[in-house]
């Protein structure tokens, strides 16, 4: 079943469940827009064995499907894009768009806070996000305004904009009319606190500030080998000897002064008995 839903999000989405749907500025159509660009039954669409077929009611403007002019029974498909006048439709069958989304889910968004805290919702699409049951997102929460605000996911680029709500909506801490969401990006809207969660993203690792850096020094000349000392010829070894281990000469004087009275004794006594035997 297709819906209909308002590229400038003037209202909510209307799903087309009549056999028979009209659009244009009467007051009886099934869609009544207030716009000079439209005539008073400008289109209609009609349901049959499961297909709609749009068709122009002569108009003045003309109705457009995907920018080319259409006539009458032109066969509609999810994501056709409707032009009459200045109004812009968008044509979204939830369960085509829902089975090709869950394919290979990316994007989440968790209630950190409020009602259905824990829960996470799968993004996909267009998810309007208030307190009217017709929200995908629907909270109770009395802050919350009936259209409070529109997540969109087109291209792998998540994207939240405000619906004229009461309260605002609050991206990270700061209000915001429409924002590029990021992962780990967190929304506030009344009490109602929504984490992004999305793709994960390849970043480069950051180089270790504290890892040694080995860097390549100056290159220096080999260091050069000193000559070999010359061998002396044959020395006299008593010589060598006193050379290796001299004596040092206030050893040698302690040596003779204690010497002194020992030799002084000896010439004493050599005198007396030389003197003894020249009396006898």
Same mark, same amino acid.
């Given at each position: 079943?297709?819906?209909?839903?308002?590229?400038?999000?003037?209202?909510?989405?209307?799903?087309?469940?009549?056999?028979?749907?009209?659009?244009?500025?009467?007051?009886?159509?099934?869609?009544?827009?207030?716009?000079?660009?439209?005539?008073?039954?400008?289109?209609?669409?009609?349901?049959?064995?499961?297909?709609?077929?749009?068709?122009?009611?002569?108009?003045?403007?003309?109705?457009?499907?995907?920018?080319?002019?259409?006539?009458?029974?032109?066969?509609?498909?999810?994501? =056709?894009?409707? %032009?009459? &006048? /200045?109004?812009? *439709? #968008?044509?979204?069958? @939830?369960?085509?768009?829902? $089975?090709? !989304? +869950?394919?290979?889910?990316?994007?989440?968004?968790?209630?950190?806070?409020?009602?259905?805290?824990?829960?996470?919702?799968?993004?996909?699409?267009?998810?309007?996000?208030?307190?009217?049951?017709?929200?995908?997102?629907?909270?109770?929460?009395?802050?919350?305004?009936?259209?409070?605000?529109?997540?969109?996911?087109?291209?792998?680029?998540?994207?939240?904009?405000?619906?004229?709500?009461?309260?605002?909506?609050?991206?990270?801490?700061?209000?915001?009319?429409?924002?590029?969401?990021?992962?780990? =990006?967190?929304? %506030?809207? &009344? /009490?109602?606190? *929504? #984490?992004?969660?999305? @793709?994960?993203?390849?970043? $480069?690792? !950051? +180089?270790?500030?504290?890892?040694?850096?080995?860097?390549?020094?100056?290159?220096?000349?080999?260091?050069?080998?000193?000559?070999?000392?010359?061998?002396?010829?044959?020395?006299?070894?008593?010589?060598?000897?006193?050379?290796?281990?001299?004596?040092?000469?206030?050893?040698?004087?302690?040596?003779?002064?204690?010497?002194?009275?020992?030799?002084?004794?000896?010439?004493?006594?050599?005198?007396?008995?030389?003197?003894?035997?020249?009396?006898?």
């Amino acid at each position: 079943m297709l819906r209909i839903h308002f590229v400038d999000n003037r209202q909510a989405p209307i799903w087309l469940v009549e056999e028979r749907f009209t659009l244009g500025q009467d007051s009886r159509n099934n869609l009544a827009v207030d716009d000079s660009g439209l005539s008073a039954f400008h289109a209609e669409v009609r349901q049959e064995n499961g297909q709609y077929y749009l068709s122009d009611c002569d108009s003045a403007g003309g109705t457009f499907v995907n920018d080319e002019r259409i006539g009458s029974r032109y066969q509609l498909r999810s994501e =056709d894009r409707v %032009r009459l &006048g /200045s109004l812009e *439709l #968008l044509l979204v069958d @939830p369960a085509r768009s829902k $089975a090709r !989304a +869950e394919v290979v889910p990316r994007w989440f968004l968790q209630v950190l806070k409020g009602e259905h805290e824990g829960k996470k919702f799968h993004v996909h699409g267009s998810m309007t996000f208030g307190r009217s049951v017709k929200c995908e997102l629907c909270f109770g929460d009395a802050e919350l305004s009936r259209r409070h605000c529109e997540f969109f996911l087109k291209d792998d680029v998540l994207e939240v904009k405000d619906l004229a709500s009461a309260n605002g909506v609050f991206v990270n801490g700061q209000k915001a009319a429409t924002a590029v969401l990021q992962p780990g =990006d967190q929304v %506030r809207m &009344g /009490s109602v606190l *929504l #984490l992004v969660i999305g @793709p994960k993203v390849e970043v $480069a690792q !950051a +180089e270790d500030e504290d890892a040694t850096v080995f860097m390549r020094a100056i290159d220096l000349p080999p260091p050069s080998k000193a000559p070999a000392a010359a061998q002396p010829g044959n020395l006299n070894p008593l010589r060598a000897t006193a050379q290796a281990a001299p004596v040092a000469p206030v050893e040698a004087a302690a040596t003779v002064n204690r010497m002194l009275p020992l030799l002084i004794g000896v010439l004493v006594v050599g005198l007396l008995i030389a003197l003894g035997l020249t009396l006898f």
